[in-house]
């Protein structure tokens, strides 16, 4: 599934780009500078391609794939089309996919989305109905901090590293209902928190 991989994969792509740089042969791939001189750049635009289909799931009241609204393959072809040119390569390398034109309101929800990550209240903790929403909500933080330290004059590096860490193996079930998911979310759960290191910990439980 592309979408699904797309958004699992953004957290793991990112802590390598945070510990490492952009590898020469990644580079060469996405037409990029090796090592930390696109970082930041291919970062956010991994931030923002990854956060999409969390934030549409969210705005469309968190109901099975996006209330039947959109078919993950057409939000995946519109996060293809919105994405800037190294976002685009980004998704094409790890998914294979290009992509079509977006309505109008698929775009509305992106300028939405990335709003969000700029604005560090957007994701704060709050009531939440189900550990499911719990896991979104943590992955959407991570995000939008991710973003927000990629944009800085000078990247926190060791802090991108750490949100990622901690946030690449929560778990994502865009395609299962309701309580299926919250059967399967519990032990999702306690898989990412059991294989976090320290840091990463303490990153969760503050932002849970």
């Given at each position: 599934m592309t979408l699904h991989r797309l958004a699992r994969e953004g957290f793991v792509a990112i802590r390598s780009i945070a510990?490492?740089?952009v590898i020469p042969a990644e580079a060469r791939d996405l037409g990029c500078a090796p090592g930390h001189l696109d970082a930041a750049r291919l970062v956010q635009h991994i931030a923002v391609a990854s956060a999409f289909p969390r934030h549409l799931r969210v705005a469309c009241g968190r109901r099975r794939w996006f209330g039947g609204r959109w078919s993950p393959?057409?939000?995946l072809a519109a996060t293809w089309q919105l994405s800037d040119p190294l976002g685009r390569a980004w998704i094409e390398d790890r998914t294979g996919h290009h992509g079509a034109a977006a309505d109008g309101t698929l775009r509305r929800h992106w300028a939405d989305s990335l709003g969000a990550l700029r604005d560090e209240g957007t994701f704060a903790a709050r009531?939440?109905?189900s550990r499911a929403a719990l896991a979104e909500d943590l992955a959407l933080q991570g995000l939008a901090q991710i973003y927000r330290s990629a944009t800085a004059d000078r990247p926190a590096w060791q802090t991108i590293e750490v949100v990622?860490?901690?946030c690449h193996r929560l778990p994502i079930l865009f395609e299962y209902p309701g309580a299926i998911a919250g059967l399967l979310y519990r032990p999702m759960l306690r898989d990412a928190w059991t294989g976090?290191?320290?840091a990463a910990r303490t990153w969760l439980r503050d932002h849970r």
């Open positions: 510990r490492y740089g393959a057409e939000v009531s939440r109905p990622a860490d901690a976090a290191g320290e």
